[in-house]
């Protein structure tokens, strides 16, 4: 029973950490071409990368990584990723991003 308490204690904990979010860029520093993407948890792109690396397998990557990881090899994948954004971060730009759809619609066709 107590175990069971505890594991619910540590999800409630994960629920409630806060992550970070960004723009992340996977260079190919063999061939100079990059993946560009996004993500609400920068530290789970870390983590696939890291894994990637540790397992020698590019299937943790993203499937247009896959012949480049082959050709030359995962450690060629360098990471790098914007300023880490936090959730007040995150919703400053959403209520910004509001003012310029409000900006672009006629005020008489909103609620």
Known sequence: MADRERRKALRR?????QRAAGVHRLLNTGS???LLGSSPNLASV???????????????????????AATFGIDALAL?????????????????LEQLWREKLDPAALY
Not at 13 to 17: K, L, P, V
């Open 46 to 68: 870390r983590a696939k990368l890291e894994f990637a690396r540790q397992t020698n397998s590019a299937s943790a990557l993203d499937y247009r990584l896959k012949q480049d």
């Open 13 to 17: 904990q994960y629920d409630q950490t």
């Open 32 to 34: 100079g071409k990059a």
């Open 80 to 96: 790098e990723t914007t300023p880490e954004m936090t959730r007040a971060a995150i919703l400053a730009d959403l209520e910004t």
